[in-house]
Each structure stands twice: as C-alpha cells, then as structure tokens.
C-alpha cells in the first residue's frame, strides 16, 4: 500500500467547502449555508458603511461587489527611462496586467515617452514626500504632473488621501477622472488602522474613488487577517495588503478575498517582500483562486526556503481540487491559531522549528504522531472544525531508505518478512521533529538507532522514547559505525542558502556507511550527499522524503489520492 493511500484512510470528515466570499463591483447578497468566523485578538473593526460587525458575519449576510477585477500589477522601482520602458514590455511578457510606475521620480518628458508607448495599462503612484501634514513638493508642479498623467491617457492614478482630499478641497479632484483613481492609505504600524477605521473608510469612500486602498508592513502575520477582513466585507473595490516577509500572504490570498490587485515585481527588478509576476501567475495560479477556495500552509520560520508551493499547488490544479499553497512565517504559534479560525484555512504542514511544539495547539493528534511527539500536517476537519495532527514524515523517510537499500541489493519491488534496515545501526544525528520521526520509524524496523544531537539533553530524552543510546554531538567527529551502516541526517545543516554546510562527520568515516540520507530537501544534492557518494555510499536526498510525505499530506488535505507519478515529475523539474 502505497504512504499516501494510507493516510487518505486517516482522514476525517468529507464534503466540500463552502462557498465563504466572492469578489465585487455592484451590491449583491451571496447566499451560504456556512457562517464565516475570523476571530481576532484586537478590538474588532467596527466599520460601518452599511457593514455587519466583522465578528459576526455570516456569508448570507455578507455585501460584496460583484463583477471585479483580477489584475496582477508588477511594480517598478525607480530606475532609467530605458529600464522603465523595457521592465513595460518584461511585465506584460510574464504576464502582468498593469504596471506600476513612480509618478514623482519621472520628469514629464520621461513621462510623456513612457505614457505614449505602453505596451501594458499603466498606474502612476503619486507619494510626495511630507513633513507632518505639509507636502514638500511643489503643489503647482505635483498638479500639473496629474493633469498630465491624465492628458496622456494613464489607465489608474494612485493618490495618497491626503492629496485627494486637498484637491478636493481646490474643485480640481475631478479633472483627473478619466483615469481611474485609487485613493490610498498608508499606514505607519497595524495599531494605527484599529484607532477608528470606520472614520478613515468613510473619508475615502467619500472621495469618489474607483478604489480604495490600505498598505502597512506587517509584523505579525496575525495581522494580515485584518486586511482580509476589510476585503471581504468592502462595499467598494479594494486592494489591502501588508509589506515585509510576513505580509506576503496578502498578495498570494488577494483575490480569494475579494481584493481587486495582487503586487508582484518583474524578474531582473525584484522588489523585496514581492513575489515575481511570473510566480503569482503559474507556481500560485492566484487567477483561479475564489471564494471557495481552500487554504493551506506551510507553519515555519524561516519559510523562504520552502519548495512546497512549487510542488502542491500544480497538483491541486492538476487534481482539480480549488486549493492554494502559500508559506507562512509565523513567529508564535499561539497568536496564530487563535486568529486563524476560519474554515477557509482548511490545513497546515509544519517546518522548522514547530513540529514538536504544534502538537499543544491540535485538537486531535494521530497515534503515530502522538507516539513520535512531532505533528508536520494538520487538517481542519470539515465536519467540526477540529485541528487533527499527523506525521507524515515518519513513514516517507523510512520507506526512501528501505527502497534505495532494496535496490542496492537488487530487490527492488520484493517484499521479504524483514525491512533492509533491521538489525543495522541507525546513525541519527538531529532530534529535532523530523529525527524524532527517523527515530522512531527505523526502532519500529528493528534498527539499532544512536542518536546525536547539538543539545545533549534532547538526544537522551529521543533515545530514552526509542531505547536508543545517545552520545554527544562533539563525539560524531570520531564516532566510528559499525558495518554496512546507516547515517541519517535531519538537522538544517546543507539548507540553502548555506549550502557549503554539513553534519561534521569525517570522509574517511564516510566509507564505512552503505547508506547516508540527508532529509534536506533544497539543495536536492547536499555537500554531505555528494560526499558520500563519493565514498562509495548509497544515497537517499531528502527529496525523496518530501516527496513521500507531500503525496500523503495531500491526501489528508484533500480526501483524494496523490497523483504521485505527476508530483514526481514536478519535483525532478522544479527542484
């Protein structure tokens, strides 16, 4: 039986989702059977405009804005004429459907060029620089910059509402309304956007803007549920995003929200905290995503190293299944599970360094989990909302060893009454989650397991769960294995971008392994990995540990089986 076959049977609870929300431009109710719930640890944002208080709304009663757009917008530093007019043309090559450009950097030459040969819609940022409430630009000149953008046929114009709100002051706000406005709001931190929303939604309303607009960094990505609550409950068009790492899920979940422009930057212009155009378009598909769209995960931090979103959402895509991927950079585990409580955020895996301690904040946890005392998948049961753990690692792990071993030995397909590695000493050094699922995987095939790990403390505590024997980290420098080892590593050591890293075992030691696996993913062929091939070892990357547990993790969050042939070929292209 296959490792993803065996968990689908794990899995909970059936039914799709629920439609939750849907994105809009006229007033329409949308009728659920399903009440949606973000829960959040502030005062809650009692915006009214018409709106049900955000604590309390239920799909039915949601207002939404029908018919809105989907635009990826590719956002262009400041840069030469030359560079703005080619980053035009990249953008609309990788897909983008606006671009954005700095009005207040160009001269109006530079602007008449770029205005008069876009190959794309064009958004013309206008931020002037101010001292408290007084502009430092010219007020003629930063008019006329306006005026002009519009003469020349800008598709929107983005303004900050101060600036609207002074031009609408002058009667001159409604000379730029052939192009499409965007009135912004530019926030210094989160708590600012909690004093009196309603105020502040109703100034820019007022405006007669096209769309409306809130931007701050975040930092917390608790925050960034906030922005996805003033999607979903806008009357008006909106973009909502937050800046930073931990922000970059208001891009990637725009549209299923509701918002109306996901930012991204073009490839040879990266702008930090964007993702590129090209990988909003195709590793996210964040066009297909809708108000039924489904949710899920990577727990970690960091989480820039994460390979999963290029792997799981071409399979959910593949599969048919209405799901989204995205990492998560959560930095307390706590916070974030008591905001996300919405269905909408239907499962999780978990990475560094939560799979131990995630286990506090499941409802259930499987007993292989349980035993192993490391959750790295949790599903969102649909029938009660429940958080179920699981461990999916353990087994992909354990069955990539035995399968290199079994063709190593020309056994390859057969299975004998004894797993390749019983009886062989399991040389495990790491016992963070993933040693703890090593571990107790090669104790259940009767391997003699030794543990190391930089903290002496909680290799003895692994080895006490195993019956294993634990030695200092310092002592793997001169540990010497027995014949026809096995050397597994699942500490970070190796991870891109540190790749000139490894576990500190001597080469010649290497040699007497028949057997080293490395659960590092990304490089898929580690310093260590290289070196023992080198030696004459048999090697196991920790793709192939990926792999196995990403076939089954997608079982648990979908119901479905993998389609593990597809999987492997994006895997062997992508990583």
């Not at 030459?109 to 013309?124: A, E, G, H, W």
């Not at 895996?349 to 506090?360: L, M």
């Amino acid at each position: 039986m296959s490792i993803q076959k065996r968990f689908a049977e794990m899995r909970h609870g059936a039914g799709a989702c629920a439609n939750l929300c849907l994105p809009v431009h006229q007033f329409v109710l949308i009728h659920s059977h399903q009440q949606r719930n973000l829960h959040f640890p502030y005062k809650p944002l009692q915006i009214t405009l018409s709106m049900p208080p955000l604590h309390s709304t239920t799909a039915s009663e949601m207002v939404r804005v029908v018919g809105a757009p989907k635009l990826i917008c590719a956002a262009l530093p400041p840069q030469s004429l030359d560079h703005l007019l080619n980053g035009m043309h990249q953008a609309k090559i990788q897909g983008a459907d606006v671009v954005q450009i700095e009005l207040d950097s160009l001269s109006h030459s530079d602007l008449t060029i770029l205005l008069r040969n876009k190959p794309i819609p064009v958004l013309l940022l206008s931020r002037p620089k101010w001292e408290g409430d007084e502009c430092k630009s010219n007020e003629q000149d930063h008019l006329q910059s306006l005026l002009l953008a519009k003469d020349l046929g800008a598709d929107y114009i983005d303004l900050e509402l101060k600036v609207a709100s002074a031009l609408i002051k002058e009667d001159k706000f409604h000379q730029l309304k052939s192009s499409k406005i965007i009135v912004s709001t530019y926030l210094d931190s989160f708590t600012a956007l909690l004093e009196d929303p309603s105020l502040l939604v109703a100034e820019m309303k007022s405006t007669g803007a096209d769309i409306i607009k809130f931007v701050w960094e975040a930092a917390n990505i608790t925050e960034i549920s906030t922005a996805f609550d003033l999607l979903s409950n806008s009357q008006v068009p909106m973009i909502a995003h937050c800046t930073g790492e931990r922000g970059l899920i208001s891009q990637l979940l725009s549209f299923k929200f509701g918002g109306v422009f996901a930012y991204g930057s073009v490839e040879g212009n990266t702008i930090p905290g964007l993702p590129s155009v090209n990988i909003l378009r195709q590793a996210y598909g964040v066009k297909n995503t809708n108000m039924g769209t489904e949710v899920f995960g990577l727990i970690s931090k960091p989480v820039s190293h994460s390979k999963g979103p290029l792997l799981h959402n071409p399979t959910f895509r593949h599969a048919g299944y209405n799901g989204i991927y995205v990492p998560m950079f959560v930095d307390n585990l706590k916070e974030f599970f008591s905001v996300y409580t919405s269905p909408d955020f239907a499962g999780y895996s978990v990475g560094i360094p939560y799979k131990e301690a995630v286990i506090d904040f499941c409802d259930e946890v499987h007993p292989v989990a349980q035993s192993i005392g490391a959750v790295n998948t949790i599903v969102r049961r649909r029938d009660d909302g429940k958080l179920v753990g699981y461990n999916t690692d353990c087994e992909a792990a354990i069955v990539a060893i035995e399968d290199a071993l079994k063709r190593r030995d020309g056994l390859n397909g057969k299975n004998g009454p004894l797993s390749p590695i019983t009886g062989k000493q399991f040389v495990l050094v790491g016992a963070g989650g993933a040693g703890r699922a090593l571990a107790f995987g090669a104790k259940i095939r009767g391997a003699k397991v030794v543990v190391f790990d930089i903290d002496f403390g909680r290799a003895k505590s692994l080895a006490a769960a195993v019956s294993a024997d634990a030695l200092p980290f310092d002592d793997l420098l001169t540990f010497r294995p027995e014949k026809d080892a096995i050397l597994a590593n699942a500490t970070p050591l190796g991870m891109n971008p540190h790749v000139e890293r490894r576990i500190p075992v001597l080469e010649e030691t290497l040699r007497d392994y028949k057997l080293v696996f490395d659960a590092v993913y990304n490089p898929r062929k580690t310093r260590l990995l290289k070196e023992a091939e080198a030696a004459g070892a048999v090697i196991v990357s920790g793709v192939e540990m990926f792999l196995g547990q990403a076939a089954a993790q997608f079982s648990l969050f979908t119901g479905q089986k993998a389609p593990e042939e597809f999987m492997r070929e994006i895997v062997m292209e992508k990583f």
